[in-house]
C-alpha cells in the first residue's frame, strides 16, 4: 500500500514559479513509475509528467515541455515537479500517482492518487 500527499500549491502570477512536492509512504515506493496530473474545472483530468521508477525516462505533455520538470529521489520517497514560466491555462489542481505503469500517459495505469494541490495562476 501507498499513500501519497502532495504540497506546494498556491497562487502565483503568470510568469511565476512553483515546485509541486509529492511524499509517499511505503517501502515500495521506488518501484513505482510517478505521475503529476491535473484537473481544471469542468474539465477531465490530464497527464502532465511521469518519470519512470529510476529516474531515467521523463515523459511532458506538450504544453508544458520546457516549462515543467519532473524528478524524484527515491531515498526520500519524494517525486517533484519543478513548474516555471507559469500561465494562467496551468490553473488546476494538481494530482501525485503512482503505478507499475507502461503507458504513462494513461491515467488508468495509475493504481494510487494523492488528494490534489491547487494551483491558481494569476493573469
Known amino acids: 500500500q501507498v499513500q501519497l500527499v502532495e504540497s506546494g500549491g498556491g497562487l502565483v502570477q503568470a510568469g511565476g514559479s512553483l515546485r509541486l512536492s509529492c511524499l509517499a509512504s511505503g517501502r515500495t515506493f521506488s518501484t513505482y513509475a510517478a505521475g503529476w496530473f491535473r484537473q481544471a474545472p469542468g474539465k477531465e483530468r490530464e497527464f502532465v509528467a511521469a518519470i519512470s521508477w529510476s529516474g531515467t525516462g521523463t515523459y511532458y505533455l506538450d504544453s508544458v515541455k520546457g516549462r515543467f520538470t519532473i524528478s524524484r529521489v527515491n531515498a526520500k520517497n519524494t517525486v517533484y515537479l519543478q513548474m516555471d514560466s507559469l500561465k494562467s491555462d496551468d490553473t488546476a489542481v494538481y494530482y501525485c500517482?503512482?503505478?507499475?505503469?507502461?503507458?504513462?500517459?494513461?491515467?488508468?495505469?495509475?493504481?494510487?492518487w494523492g488528494q490534489g494541490t491547487q494551483v491558481t495562476v494569476s493573469s
Open positions: 500517482a503512482a503505478g507499475y505503469s507502461s503507458d504513462y500517459r494513461n491515467i488508468g495505469e495509475y493504481r494510487y
